[in-house]
């Protein structure tokens, strides 16, 4: 309704409803008056009392028209309509606001999130490199810590030697001076004695004289004496015959008597340690005897009434290796069951991988009597080594179950007949092994264990039917040996309660698998010691709790002695492998000098 009030936009629709036409100003001349008064204002928004004027008369025209309230609730239905659709514009505005704000509020929760991203991401970096320099810097320590003890050892060693040294030449400065006086002490003495023999020799001689006549005259009488007697007795024996037969009788029966029970006890005491005792080269022996039964009665009994393990308990080795020793304890059982031949087996490898305890495992699991024996025990026994041996295979062959000979490090006395390499006793003691395992036996079974097979004497080599190649164990070997010996020696200790021993809250799984991946190299036996080291660290504590520090602790020592131990053993090897070349040569250039021909005194080299 704009219009009404002099205003010049129409109402929506651009249209005035019938009826409704405001009248024009009086006069002709008034409409072009204020047209030209329109132009000359700028302003839209400008006071005109001719509008009031036709808003009045508009308004007289509307009261009188039928269509008055038609056209007043039309124009409020126009108002609000644009209300509402002013409202739903300002609701579509708020709306629009509160998405803006939630996407705002969206974008900040996402930078916030990418940020404590990011944070967390440079603080694990952070974590790791503090990590890494920790760990150099405590390799660093270990590292000055080995050098340290090498420069005290070393300064040990010279001042050992020094000492030596100087308490040598003190030695032999004190036994010059003690020569020195003995011999002037013995020349002093001998110079009395000399002027008292000159002084006296007259009388000397006399005396000398005078005792060679009393015993001359003795024995000549003792003579005559036993003369006569033997003399008298024999004719007195010739003259009566039954004292002769009775003389020679009563000897014979005598001498029959001697070498009788002589050779009798020999028998009997061979027969008795044969079948009651062990040889003397046998060091252990799960073969039942009289005289340990007498002994230990309670443990033989359990010994009989045990029954017989898997061949592999408590042996953790190669998946491939652990199914070919099942396959040979098999056969070793049948073959038992049957009265079979044993074959002989060689057993090689770094030692600690399991050679021994297989070796009676496999003796248990078949029925058979195990016996081991060193070869380390042959050498000293010198001319005696060979009767040994012969003992040895005599005692395995009386045995009804069977016997499993183990000799380990069978090398010692097993290498090759050299001469410059074994002695004439050792070579005889191996030529009696090697004819008592010429051939195939059912009584006993040959396993072999070395750590360098290639020093075999080649017979050796021809006698042994299998040989199986021991090896460290891989990673997940060591896995497996960490948590055995762990769950052994620390676990069962701890949850039991029997004594003080108690462990630390820790990731026992994820230390397992930690150390199993650090201890690369190590053989068995020396992972179970790490396992009763941990042990031993936990009953020296104060408390008695083993923590993750000091099994730490524990793994470094044995990493270090591992590494001293290659160490040596590198020096070992080189020092075998010079000693060998240096021995070849002399051999070599001894075989290369010829017999000197005749009439010359040089010997001439064989080309």
Same mark, same amino acid.
């Given at each position: 309704?704009?219009?009404?009030?002099?205003?010049?936009?129409?109402?929506?629709?651009?249209?005035?409803?019938?009826?409704?036409?405001?009248?024009?100003?009086?006069?002709?001349?008034?409409?072009?008056?204020?047209?030209?008064?329109?132009?000359?204002?700028?302003?839209?928004?400008?006071?005109?009392?001719?509008?009031?004027?036709?808003?009045?008369?508009? +308004?007289?025209?509307?009261?009188?028209?039928?269509? $008055?309230?038609?056209?007043?609730?039309?124009?409020?239905?126009?108002?609000?309509?644009?209300?509402?659709?002013?409202?739903?514009?300002?609701?579509?505005?708020?709306?629009?606001?509160?998405?803006?704000?939630?996407?705002?509020?969206?974008?900040?929760?996402?930078?916030?999130?990418?940020?404590?991203?990011?944070?967390?991401?440079?603080?694990?970096?952070?974590?790791?490199?503090?990590?890494?320099?920790?760990?150099?810097?405590?390799?660093?320590?270990?590292?000055?810590?080995?050098?340290?003890?090498?420069?005290?050892?070393?300064?040990?060693?010279?001042?050992?030697?020094?000492?030596?040294?100087?308490?040598?030449?003190?030695?032999?400065?004190? +036994?010059?001076?003690?020569?020195?006086?003995?011999?002037?002490?013995?020349?002093?003495?001998?110079?009395?004695?000399?002027?008292?023999?000159?002084?006296?020799?007259?009388?000397?001689?006399?005396?000398?004289?005078?005792?060679?006549?009393?015993?001359?005259?003795?024995?000549?009488?003792?003579?005559?004496?036993?003369?006569?007697?033997?003399?008298?007795?024999?004719?007195?024996?010739?003259?009566?015959?039954?004292?002769?037969?009775?003389?020679? +009788?009563?000897?014979?029966?005598? +001498?029959?008597?001697?070498?009788?029970?002589?050779?009798?006890?020999?028998?009997? $005491?061979?027969?008795?340690?044969?079948?009651?005792?062990?040889?003397?080269?046998?060091?252990?022996?799960?073969?039942?005897?009289?005289?340990?039964?007498?002994?230990?009665?309670?443990?033989?009994?359990?010994?009989?009434?045990?029954?017989?393990?898997?061949?592999?308990?408590?042996?953790?080795?190669?998946?491939?290796?652990?199914?070919?020793?099942?396959?040979?304890?098999?056969?070793?059982?049948?073959?038992?069951?049957?009265?079979?031949?044993?074959?002989?087996?060689?057993?090689?490898?770094?030692?600690?991988?399991?050679?021994?305890?297989?070796?009676?495992?496999?003796?248990?699991?078949?029925?058979?009597?195990?016996?081991?024996?060193?070869?380390?025990?042959? $050498?000293?026994?010198?001319?005696?080594?060979?009767?040994?041996?012969?003992?040895?295979?005599?005692?395995?062959?009386?045995?009804?179950?069977?016997?499993?000979?183990?000799?380990?490090?069978?090398?010692?006395?097993?290498?090759?007949?050299?001469?410059?390499?074994?002695?004439?006793?050792?070579?005889?003691?191996?030529?009696?092994?090697?004819?008592?395992?010429?051939?195939?036996?059912?009584?006993?079974?040959?396993?072999? $264990?070395?750590?360098?097979?290639? *020093?075999?004497?080649?017979?050796?080599?021809?006698?042994?039917?299998?040989?199986?190649?021991?090896?460290?164990?891989?990673?997940?070997?060591?896995?497996?040996?960490?948590?055995?010996?762990?769950?052994?020696?620390?676990?069962?200790?701890?949850?039991?309660?029997?004594?003080?021993?108690?462990?630390?809250?820790?990731?026992?799984?994820?230390?397992?698998?930690?150390?199993?991946?650090?201890?690369?190299?190590?053989?068995?036996?020396?992972?179970?010691?790490?396992?009763?080291?941990?042990?031993?660290?936990?009953?020296?504590?104060?408390?008695?709790?083993?923590?993750?520090?000091?099994?730490?602790?524990?793994?470094?020592?044995?990493?270090?002695?591992?590494?001293?131990?290659?160490?040596? *053993?590198?020096?070992?090897?080189?020092?075998?492998?010079?000693?060998?070349?240096?021995?070849?040569?002399?051999?070599?250039?001894?075989?290369?000098?010829?017999?000197?021909?005749?009439?010359?005194?040089?010997?001439?080299?064989?080309?």
């Amino acid at each position: 309704m704009s219009w009404l009030f002099g205003y010049n936009n129409a109402p929506s629709g651009g249209q005035i409803p019938p009826g409704m036409i405001p009248p024009g100003p009086p006069g002709g001349g008034g409409d072009g008056g204020d047209k030209d008064k329109g132009k000359s204002r700028s302003d839209a928004y400008s006071f005109d009392s001719a509008a009031l004027e036709r808003a009045a008369k508009a +308004a007289q025209t509307l009261e009188r028209s039928p269509h $008055a309230k038609d056209a007043l609730q039309l124009s409020k239905a126009q108002e609000l309509t644009l209300q509402l659709e002013h409202q739903g514009k300002i609701k579509e505005t708020e709306a629009h606001i509160e998405q803006l704000k939630m996407e705002q509020a969206r974008v900040m929760q996402e930078e916030k999130r990418k940020t404590l991203q990011e944070e967390t991401k440079q603080n694990q970096q952070r974590s790791q490199y503090q990590d890494q320099l920790a760990r150099k810097r405590y390799e660093d320590q270990l590292a000055q810590q080995a050098r340290l003890n090498e420069e005290n050892l070393k300064k040990q060693e010279e001042s050992i030697q020094k000492q030596e040294q100087m308490k040598r030449s003190t030695m032999d400065y004190q +036994a010059e001076l003690n020569h020195k006086n003995d011999m002037k002490r013995i020349e002093a003495e001998l110079r009395g004695k000399a002027q008292v023999e000159r002084e006296n020799a007259d009388l000397i001689r006399e005396k000398i004289r005078l005792k060679a006549q009393e015993n001359r005259q003795t024995r000549l009488e003792s003579i005559k004496t036993a003369g006569a007697v033997l003399g008298e007795g024999f004719r007195a024996l010739i003259s009566d015959w039954d004292k002769v037969t009775a003389t020679v +009788a009563g000897l014979t029966m005598a +001498a029959a008597g001697i070498y009788g029970s002589k050779y009798g006890i020999g028998v009997a $005491a061979r027969y008795t340690e044969a079948r009651l005792g062990k040889p003397s080269l046998v060091r252990e022996t799960s073969r039942i005897t009289v005289l340990e039964t007498l002994k230990h009665p309670i443990q033989i009994g359990k010994k009989l009434f045990k029954k017989n393990e898997e061949v592999l308990t408590g042996i953790i080795l190669k998946p491939t290796l652990e199914e070919r020793l099942r396959d040979i304890a098999i056969a070793t059982r049948h073959t038992k069951k049957n009265s079979g031949f044993y074959r002989n087996l060689l057993m090689y490898g770094p030692p600690g991988t399991g050679k021994t305890m297989f070796a009676k495992n496999l003796a248990r699991h078949s029925g058979m009597d195990y016996a081991i024996m060193t070869g380390g025990d042959v $050498a000293p026994m010198g001319k005696e080594g060979v009767s040994a041996m012969h003992k040895v295979f005599d005692w395995a062959q009386t045995s009804r179950k069977g016997v499993l000979l183990f000799v380990d490090e069978a090398d010692a006395f097993l290498r090759k007949r050299n001469r410059e390499l074994i002695s004439e006793d050792m070579r005889a003691t191996l030529n009696a092994f090697l004819y008592r395992t010429g051939e195939q036996s059912n009584k006993f079974m040959l396993v072999l $264990a070395s750590n360098t097979p290639e *020093q075999f004497d080649w017979a050796i080599n021809d006698r042994l039917d299998e040989m199986v190649e021991f090896i460290l164990p891989d990673r997940e070997e060591r896995q497996r040996l960490v948590r055995h010996y762990f769950d052994k020696y620390v676990l069962q200790p701890a949850f039991e309660g029997k004594g003080r021993m108690k462990i630390a809250e820790f990731d026992y799984d994820l230390k397992c698998t930690e150390i199993a991946d650090r201890i690369e190299g190590l053989s068995g036996r020396e992972i179970s010691k790490l396992g009763v080291a941990w042990q031993a660290s936990a009953y020296a504590s104060e408390t008695g709790i083993l923590t993750e520090e000091m099994i730490d602790e524990k793994v470094n020592d044995s990493l270090i002695a591992h590494s001293k131990k290659v160490v040596w *053993q590198e020096d070992q090897t080189l020092y075998s492998y010079d000693t060998v070349n240096q021995t070849h040569n002399m051999s070599k250039k001894g075989a290369s000098m010829a017999i000197p021909k005749s009439g010359s005194s040089a010997p001439e080299t064989a080309t």
